[in-house]
């Protein structure tokens, strides 16, 4: 049975791969065959993951991994290399979140009028085989060789199907991404290098690090470099300008999957490799991380309430949102850094959901300006609701997923860093003003003079039911755990235990070292919801 579980996790890589080596290979496939190709490229990937998520709890485990498998490609020997998938409780939901953003994108993608449309398929299913592969990864090389791999396509599907601006906008993502990258290889190398030449495997580098000592200065070097590399990737504040104007000009499909999946690969990697594995220098870099993701929520919240065009909205406001994960994560406990995750869940699908949302509201009306619409829930009230909805979920409103996140950080922040709770809480606000003037701009009122130009002699008709089965799908994973927490929030929590540096007692030697106002050590931790 153990080895059925291993396999499924493998397949939720290699089927969306194999079904775009057979689009590369088919070009004399009809439209309606590619469609249904690409649908199992998307559909199995969203079913394993699920169902491994479902069997996660009862797994046998092994250093708190489930489904553990490797595979020897013949670099073990001389580089430490070797492909070794599993899920942990950290990686689990995050798997999850691929899946399930994976099919409702392609599904997306599926039913749209693109170009060309099975290379649009192709590269997407391209995209959503590293995605699976990033979150299953034990091995830091293959971590890294599978976000490079959804990387590639976003830079290709922009300049080719983007919207208006789009070349500028890939040159911009190219820049920035790929320095992000590069510097993120360079803190990976260090680490490598740092622990003897270990190998890239996590299980062995986090026992190696157990049993040794990295000294303190490389711990700082490899930690700066780490930050710096994933936070690029992550938009941290200042180095954000290639999101909001990347997803604006990115088509729908490609922007899901970029904003709600792979943006959080550097997240993800500083919490399941770089403060575990040099904790003195996360907690030296400490300061910095905070400042910076303030300046996430509080400087880019303020530009996101100056946005006109809902989509740059939507992208400054997942740049934005990227800031409560950074504080959740600077708090090295269980109760923020697990928040955090769960943020990184909710975060995940209800971005996608919104820029699904935006794409109706724009096949119905012919522009993103929110000033140039208004009244549109008198003739699409189902989208206006499907709207409403997302925009309490990327809020935090009470029974979603983002609730349950922002919540246990802004506790978190409260034990540790009570001066950082009231300019987080002031981003909950920003993200109000934004978030209802767009429904109210768009939906509520009486038409706008150039809605009702551009509109006359159509028929505007609500959301289909075939536009509403990606919505439905992301919504269904927002309230389920919205009302159920503890669905993923319990898996995060044993594995964030294991590591020493979410511990606190490591919080006592912040207080020592960086003299913030923290928890004392006696203070007893309290996990995610």
Same mark, same amino acid.
């Given at each position: 049975?153990?080895?059925?579980?291993?396999?499924?996790?493998?397949?939720?890589?290699?089927?969306?791969?194999?079904?775009?080596?057979?689009?590369?290979?088919?070009?004399?496939?009809?439209?309606?065959?590619?469609?249904?190709?690409?649908?199992?490229?998307?559909?199995?990937?969203?079913?394993?993951?699920?169902?491994?998520?479902?069997?996660?709890?009862?797994?046998?485990?092994?250093?708190?991994?489930?489904?553990?498998?490797?595979?020897?490609?013949?670099?073990?020997?001389?580089?430490?290399?070797?492909?070794?998938?599993?899920?942990?409780?950290?990686?689990?939901?995050?798997?999850?979140?691929?899946?399930?953003?994976?099919? &409702? %994108?392609?599904?997306?993608?599926? $039913?749209?009028? !693109?170009?060309?449309?099975?290379?649009?398929? =192709?590269?997407? #299913? @391209?995209?959503?085989?590293?995605?699976?592969?990033?979150?299953?990864?034990?091995?830091?090389?293959?971590?890294?060789?599978?976000?490079?791999?959804?990387?590639?396509?976003?830079?290709?599907?922009?300049?080719?199907?983007?919207?208006?601006?789009?070349?500028?906008?890939?040159?911009?993502?190219?820049?920035?991404?790929?320095?992000?990258?590069?510097?993120?290889?360079?803190?990976?190398?260090?680490?490598?290098?740092?622990?003897?030449?270990?190998?890239?495997?996590?299980?062995?580098?986090?026992?190696?690090?157990?049993?040794?000592?990295?000294?303190?200065?490389?711990?700082?070097?490899?930690?700066?470099?780490?930050?710096?590399?994933?936070?690029?990737?992550?938009?941290?504040?200042?180095?954000?300008?290639?999101?909001?104007?990347?997803?604006? &000009? %990115?088509?729908?499909?490609?922007? $899901?999957?970029? !904003?709600?999946?792979?943006?959080?690969?550097? =997240?993800?990697? #500083? @919490?399941?490799?770089?403060?575990?594995?040099?904790?003195?220098?996360?907690?030296?870099?400490?300061?910095?991380?905070?400042?910076?993701?303030?300046?996430?929520?509080?400087?880019?919240?303020?530009?996101?309430?100056?946005?006109?065009?809902?989509?740059?909205?939507?992208?400054?406001?997942?740049?934005?949102?990227?800031?409560?994960?950074?504080?959740?994560?600077?708090?090295?406990?269980?109760?923020?850094?697990?928040?955090?995750?769960?943020?990184?869940?909710?975060?995940?699908?209800?971005?996608?959901?919104?820029?699904?949302?935006?794409?109706?509201?724009?096949?119905?009306?012919?522009?993103?300006?929110?000033?140039?619409?208004?009244?549109?829930?008198?003739?699409?009230?189902?989208?206006?609701?499907?709207?409403?909805?997302?925009?309490?979920?990327?809020?935090?409103?009470?029974?979603?997923?983002?609730?349950?996140?922002?919540?246990?950080?802004?506790?978190?922040?409260?034990?540790?860093?009570?001066?950082?709770?009231?300019?987080?809480?002031?981003?909950?606000?920003?993200?109000?003003?934004?978030?209802?003037?767009?429904?109210?701009?768009?939906?509520?009122?009486?038409?706008?003079?150039?809605?009702?130009?551009?509109?006359?002699?159509?028929?505007?008709?609500?959301?289909?039911?075939?536009?509403?089965?990606?919505?439905?799908?992301?919504?269904?994973?927002?309230?389920?755990?919205?009302?159920?927490?503890?669905?993923?929030?319990?898996?995060?929590?044993?594995?964030?235990?294991?590591?020493?540096?979410?511990?606190?007692?490591?919080?006592?030697s912040v207080e020592q070292s960086a003299k913030p106002v923290a928890a004392t050590a006696e203070q007893k931790e309290e996990p995610a919801s």
């Open positions: 049975m153990d080895n059925f579980y291993n396999t499924l996790i493998l397949l939720a890589i290699d089927i969306p791969m194999a079904a775009a080596i057979v689009l590369l290979f088919g070009k004399k496939l009809g439209e309606s065959v590619s469609k249904i190709i690409a649908g199992i490229g998307f559909i199995a990937p969203a079913l394993i993951a699920i169902y491994l998520w479902c069997s996660f709890g009862d797994a046998p485990k092994e250093y708190g991994y489930a489904y553990l498998r490797s595979f020897d490609l013949g670099l073990h020997e001389t580089l430490g290399i070797s492909l070794t998938l599993g899920l942990n409780g950290i990686s689990a939901p995050l798997f999850l979140l691929a899946g399930l953003v994976g099919v &409702a %994108a392609g599904l997306q993608a599926i $039913m749209s009028k !693109a170009e060309r449309k099975s290379t649009y398929l =192709l590269l997407l #299913l @391209v995209m959503q085989a590293g995605l699976m592969g990033v979150f299953a990864s034990v091995d830091i090389f293959f971590f890294y060789f599978f976000h490079e791999l959804a990387l590639i396509p976003t830079f290709i599907m922009i300049g080719i199907w983007g919207g208006f601006g789009r070349r500028a906008a890939a040159m911009e993502m190219t820049v920035y991404l790929t320095l992000g990258a590069m510097l993120s290889l360079l803190g990976l190398i260090y680490i490598y290098q740092a622990t003897d030449w270990e190998g890239f495997n996590l299980i062995a580098l986090t026992e190696y690090v157990k049993a040794n000592s990295i000294s303190e200065v490389v711990q700082h070097n490899i930690f700066g470099l780490l930050l710096f590399g994933f936070g690029i990737l992550v938009s941290l504040f200042p180095f954000h300008s290639w999101a909001p104007r990347g997803y604006a &000009a %990115a088509p729908t499909a490609n922007a $899901m999957l970029h !904003a709600g999946v792979l943006k959080k690969f550097g =997240l993800y990697g #500083l @919490v399941q490799i770089a403060a575990p594995l040099v904790p003195e220098g996360a907690l030296a870099w400490n300061p910095v991380l905070i400042w910076l993701a303030l300046g996430n929520i509080l400087i880019i919240g303020l530009v996101t309430i100056a946005q006109r065009d809902l989509k740059m909205m939507i992208g400054y406001s997942s740049v934005m949102h990227m800031g409560y994960i950074f504080l959740g994560i600077a708090t090295y406990t269980v109760a923020g850094v697990g928040g955090a995750v769960i943020l990184m869940f909710a975060h995940g699908l209800s971005v996608a959901l919104m820029f699904v949302l935006a794409t109706a509201v724009y096949q119905r009306t012919g522009t993103y300006d929110m000033r140039a619409i208004g009244g549109l829930g008198m003739k699409a009230p189902i989208l206006a609701g499907f709207f409403v909805a997302a925009t309490m979920a990327s809020i935090g409103l009470p029974g979603f997923a983002n609730f349950w996140g922002e919540f246990t950080i802004f506790i978190a922040l409260w034990k540790n860093y009570p001066w950082a709770v009231a300019p987080a809480v002031l981003g909950v606000i920003i993200s109000a003003i934004y978030g209802l003037r767009a429904s109210a701009h768009i939906f509520m009122g009486p038409q706008t003079e150039a809605f009702a130009v551009a509109s006359e002699g159509k028929t505007i008709t609500d959301i289909t039911r075939a536009e509403r089965i990606p919505a439905i799908i992301l919504l269904i994973g927002l309230a389920m755990v919205g009302l159920w927490p503890r669905s993923i929030s319990e898996s995060i929590n044993e594995q964030l235990l294991t590591q020493p540096v979410y511990s606190p007692a490591t919080m006592a």
